[in-house]
DNA sequence: TATTTATTCAATAAATCTATTGAATGATTG
DNA sequence: CAATCATTCAATAGATTTATTGAATAAATA
């Protein structure tokens, strides 16, 4: 094989790879499949687009090797392919993060709207756990919470924060997680929790990202 | 902000990051910089493209804050606009190599036609390296080693090694390393020492591997 | 076996990406 | 100040990507 051959068929493979990546839904579509496995019409939901334009989406993601599927009575349930996959992902995206005016301009115009100046990252979330004064708060579906949280959180997923509030007392202060840096349920949460005096901050990563650490996670069966 | 809004938005901008690298060339690009900086004119004959293509990826890359660009006489020098972009980079790479059958088979072929049939890693030399029974051989041109190498490397360009195989007794086991994976100086000098009866194998990982991982380095004034 | 249901496929038009060409720019040098 | 030089810009045609639509598939259920 001549070393021009060898670079392009390289690079044209590595390319293509990350043109699997570079849509906006696809990108989606990883960060929600790095919770867990989904359905089509589940993805679909939740990224408020039509289940063939999904599939489609799909399809570019399996070929890549990005994702696999398998089949389940009538649905297809699709994963990530592997926790690297998880792990590019989280690459990129803290690098937007961290690089990106516009994404650091639109996060925190999001939060500040909502009265969640502050978040806390995990590794500062480390620390206070050994010191042993934090409350960890899952907000997420309680389908998500079953299926791995945190170890030691509590799980009020946020379409009950609202009536379950006085179950906090702000002895502790708290910490709200949720998906990771994009899904809004913890910023919510913050809001509510800010509004009732009850002193609060948004883990900046997600639950994905503790898992992908290895740090302790629990499973309800 | 809306929810709705600040989705799209955020996952709008990620995705034309991720766009930005999912170019061959741009790849290509992207990897060299990991050098260090490079000219257009020096890029465009790295990759054997156009300068006015060259220049117009290399837009591409600065629009999407990937690389920087300054001016010295004649010259734009462009480079890396973060280690963390070369981090992204390794991510994606690695993930090619470790999940896309084509790109295994593309290198062990093209390494099979060179006799190189075994690499050996970043860990197993620090290893070695502990043990002192190594030695390391840096095959790159002459520049880049002065620009930085690995502590206690040995410089001979790959150009220059046939003329110099007399300096390699072969005493300790010579481990060879160039600019990454996928560069071809390290599986030459490996084909051509191997040939002469030196035992020796390419390291899997480049130069900006190591520097990437604050690994011990040294670079010449 | 016929029907239901979730998913995939195929065709299409609009938008975007790509390499090429040749001219424009603008800083440095003589 | 004119000439030189590296780089960028602009225009363009061909290729690829995208969302939409409606039909096709194939497994489970009645």
Redesign the interface.
């Known amino acids: 094989?001549e070393?021009?051959e060898?670079?392009?068929?390289?690079?044209?493979?590595?390319?293509a790879?990350?043109?699997a990546?570079?849509?906006?839904?696809?990108?989606?579509i990883i960060d929600l499949l790095a919770q867990g496995s989904r359905t089509v019409e589940e993805i679909a939901g939740q990224l408020?687009i039509s289940i063939a334009n999904t599939s489609q989406h799909l399809q570019v993601l399996k070929s890549a090797?990005l994702v696999t599927v398998y089949k389940q009575g009538h649905y297809a349930h699709y994963r990530v392919?592997?926790d690297?996959?998880v792990?590019?992902w989280h690459?990129?995206?803290?690098?937007?993060i961290?690089?990106?005016a516009?994404?650091d301009r639109?996060?925190r115009?999001?939060r500040e709207?909502r009265e969640s100046f502050e978040s806390i990252s995990i590794d500062e979330l480390l620390q206070k756990i050994e010191q042993g004064n934090v409350m960890i708060l899952d907000v997420r579906p309680q389908k998500e919470f079953a299926a791995g949280h945190i170890t030691g959180a509590r799980s009020i997923p946020i379409d009950q924060l609202a009536q379950r509030l006085a179950e906090l007392s702000g002895e502790k202060e708290t910490v709200v997680y949720c998906r990771g840096p994009?899904c809004?349920f913890a910023d919510d949460a913050v809001q509510m929790l800010t509004q009732r005096g009850i002193p609060s901050r948004r883990l900046e990563e997600g639950f994905p990202d503790w898992k992908i650490r290895n740090l302790p996670v629990t499973a309800l069966i």
């Open positions: 094989m070393k021009q060898f670079k392009s068929r390289i690079y044209n493979e590595l390319s790879l990350t043109k990546m570079s849509n906006p839904f696809r990108l989606q408020s090797n392919a592997s690297e996959v792990r590019s690459s990129l995206r803290d690098l937007g961290n690089r990106l516009e994404i639109t996060l115009q999001f709207e994009f809004v």
